[in-house]
């Protein structure tokens, strides 16, 4: 190892073109040098491999036997340097085969796998995509380890050097089920007096419309929560009576199957961000920035969705 520190590959790469050329003169002209670098270059070579490598003759330089010896083995290393260039700035989806795991709540099942993965099938053929659920414990340490590629989430993540950035703007409505008693719009004050069922993502915590209301000095009857929203539907379904605020294309999917409607709320309920987030490591990987482009290309297509 101590006299790896030694090699510097311009000097490899040096001696690859006095190779080929058998001239300082012509070395110096491909690698657009002075004769006097690629002579200083020559000097160090000769100490660091212990051997005059090249002796002239009438045809120009020649290999010693040593200098014979060393030729393909540098221009094997030369070669897996250049691989290894290009496979660091080029990523080809049509060929990549590989598991592509982004975390997100069970509603983007719905709302974000569908879009997302009707492009990459036609982008990316030999990818899969793992649609796993999101642990805000964790997200943060597992974007960092590389455990997940991407997280889609309208919920912050922070910890450690997390990126993002928008994918579109949802709104909210209020769904209920078609025997709900209520009108096609009532007001704030009727909103919050009714027995609300919420999606919460983590113990003990808020919901961001929770805490924009409490702002607006507003509160609402929660009688019950839970981190599955699509579980949503079936709890309206058993209880009329009950009510839920929930993404708008949620909405729009009950409504379209039948025996859900939407009640309009006085002056409009809050619209919230949705992100794709990614660790700064991972941010100039060339697969990485590829499926960060692809999921956001697809939403930008994607009428559902505000942008």
């Keep these: 190892m101590k006299r790896l520190r030694e090699l510097d590959i311009h000097l490899l790469v040096v001696f690859d073109s006095l190779c080929e050329t058998g001239s300082v003169t012509r070395t110096a002209e491909q690698l657009s040098l002075t004769q006097g670098a690629v002579s200083q270059s020559l000097k160090k070579l000769r100490t660091l491999f212990g051997d005059d490598l090249f002796v002239r003759s009438k045809a120009g330089l020649v290999r010693t036997q040593r200098g014979q010896e060393l030729l393909q083995p540098i221009r094997d290393f030369l070669a897996m340097g250049q691989e290894l260039l290009l496979n660091q700035t080029a990523f080809d989806p049509e060929q990549a085969k590989r598991v592509i795991r982004i975390s997100m709540l069970d509603i983007g099942d719905v709302a974000i796998v569908p879009t997302l993965l009707g492009s990459l099938r036609r982008t990316a053929p030999g990818c899969a995509v793992h649609a796993l659920p999101m642990d805000v414990r964790s997200i943060a340490a597992d974007l960092e380890a590389g455990a997940i590629d991407l997280s889609i989430s309208g919920r912050e993540v922070t910890g450690g050097e997390i990126m993002r950035q928008k994918l579109y703007t949802h709104r909210l409505v209020m769904l209920v089920h078609e025997k709900s008693p209520l009108p096609n719009i009532i007001d704030m004050r009727d909103y919050c007096s009714l027995d609300h069922v919420e999606i919460r993502t983590g113990i003990g915590s808020k919901s961001a419309l929770e805490k924009v209301l409490e702002v607006q000095g507003a509160q609402r ?48 309920l809050p619209v919230f961000d949705v992100f794709q987030f990614w660790h700064n490591r991972f941010d100039g990987d060339r697969f990485n920035m590829w499926l960060r482009d692809t999921v956001r290309s697809a939403f930008l297509r994607h009428a559902q969705f505000d942008m």
Aim: one cysteine or more; aromatic letters at 8%.
């Design 221 to 268: 009857r929660i009688v019950a929560t839970t981190s599955h929203a699509l579980a949503i539907p079936y709890w309206l379904e058993s209880d009329p009576s009950l009510v839920a605020t929930v993404p708008a294309f949620l909405a729009d999917l009950c409504s379209a199957r039948g025996g859900f409607r939407v009640v309009q709320v006085d002056g409009g």
